[in-house]
C-alpha cells in the first residue's frame, strides 16, 4: 500500500509509458479548499499507473492510497472520512465488477472506474450498481478530476444524511414506550382523539405525550416531526 503526501506542488509535464496515462501540465485543475481531509483510493495493478495518478492527485492536494490487488484494499483499514475510489476494471484476483458486488453500499465509496478497453456491457452493470463515473485509459486528467470532485461531494452528502440518521435514532431510542406508540400513530396522520382512542387514554394524556415526544426529537414542528418519523421507517412499520 503506498500513500502519497497531500503537500501541493506544481505538477510536472509528462506522459506515463506503459501506463495508459497521459497528463500534460497542471492547466485547470484546482483542489477544492473541502477536500484537505478526502482520500482517493486507487486500486489497479499497474505500478506506473499507481505512481502517475498519486503524483497528480498530491499536486492537487489530495491524499492518495494505492492498492496492487481487490485483497489488498479488503484487508486495509480504511479511514473513516470522506472517500472515493479509482477502480480498474481488470485486477489480477478478481474483476473490478466483483470487488464493487462484494463491498459493502452502506460503507462502500463512491467508485470511478478505469479500464484500457470500451466494455459496454460491464460499464452499463456497473453504473446500474451506484459507479460515478466509467473511464477509459488512457485517463484524461481533467474528466478523472471532475468525476473525483462529484465523488466526493456525494460520499460528503451520503455521510451526512448517515450521520442525520443515526442521531434521529438516538433521540428515537429516549422515547418511552408509551412515547413511541404516540409518535407512530401521529405520524400516520391519526387525530389527537383518534390516537388517545386507540391507546386508551385520555386527549390532555395525548397531548402531554405528545409534547414529550416533540422536545426529545427536537422537532420544530408538526410536519418536521412527521418528515423524522418517515426516515427512521415507522409509517411503514406501524
Known sequence: ?????????????????????????????RADARTERDIVYIVDDDVRLREALSELLAS???????????????????????????????????????????????????IIFISGRV????????????????????????????????????DRER?????????LQTRFESLTPREREVLALVAR???NKQAAAALGITDVTLQVHRSQVMRKMAARSFAELVRMAERLGIPASA
Open 159 to 167: 455521510r451526512r444524511l448517515r450521520s442525520e440518521l443515526n442521531l
Open 60 to 110: 492537487l492536494g489530495r491524499t492518495a492510497i494505492t492498492f496492487g490487488t481487490a485483497a489488498e484494499y479488503l484487508a486495509a483499514n480504511l479511514a473513516d472520512s470522506p472517500s472515493c475510489l479509482i477502480l480498474d476494471m481488470l485486477l489480477p484476483d478478481m474483476s473490478g465488477l466483483d470487488l464493487q458486488r462484494r463491498l459493502v453500499p452502506e460503507n462502500c465509496p463512491p
Open 189 to 191: 396522520g391519526l387525530l
Open 1 to 29: 500500500m503506498q500513500v502519497a503526501t497531500t503537500s501541493p506542488r506544481v505538477a510536472p509535464s509528462f506522459i506515463t509509458k506503459g501506463s495508459h496515462f497521459a497528463f500534460d501540465g497542471p492547466r485547470q485543475f
Open 119 to 154: 466494455d459496454i456491457p460491464a460499464t452499463v452493470r456497473a453504473m446500474k450498481a451506484g459507479a460515478v463515473e466509467f473511464l477509459t485509459k488512457p485517463v484524461c486528467p481533467n474528466a478523472l478530476e471532475t468525476a473525483i470532485q462529484a465523488a466526493l461531494s456525494q
